[in-house]
């Protein structure tokens, strides 16, 4: 599957921005999806994921209340709705698909993986 992610930019604190991840390739309904991000000079970390359904979510500690991870089957894309946006936020942000129905908060567990699209956010 192909994964194209888009929708990052530069914010202010505080605002808002929603990501998108359009899949094609595959049947993206037989997917649980992922989004992942890396600062620089970090590590990749996890930010959120969900069930092929979108009745089962995981997120991070540092974003939960503030993102929401959702799916459109019938687009065959997946959404990060990013709210209430830090300084601490700014990172490239990765999709990632994972051909299981169990929900993975890790990295090596996903199988295919888009290219990133980078969000700042400004103090």
């Known amino acids: 599957v192909q994964l194209q992610a888009s929708g990052g930019g530069l914010v202010q604190a505080g605002g808002s921005l929603r990501l998108s991840c359009a899949a094609s390739?595959?049947?993206?309904?037989?997917?649980?999806m992922g989004w992942f991000r890396q600062a620089p000079g970090k590590e990749r970390e996890f930010v959120a994921s969900?069930?092929?359904?979108?009745?089962?979510?995981k997120y991070a500690d540092s974003v939960k209340g503030r993102f929401t991870i959702s799916r459109d089957n019938a687009k065959n894309t997946v959404y990060l709705q990013m709210n209430s946006l830090k300084p601490e936020d700014t990172a490239l942000y990765y999709c990632?698909?994972?051909?299981?129905?169990?929900?993975?908060?890790?990295?090596?567990?996903?199988?295919?993986w888009g290219q990133g699209t980078l969000v700042t956010v400004s103090s």
């Open positions: 990632a698909a994972r051909h299981s129905a169990v929900v993975s908060t890790t990295t090596p567990e996903y199988d295919y």
């Open positions: 969900l069930s092929y359904s979108g009745r089962t979510t």
């Open positions: 390739g595959d049947t993206f309904s037989s997917y649980m």
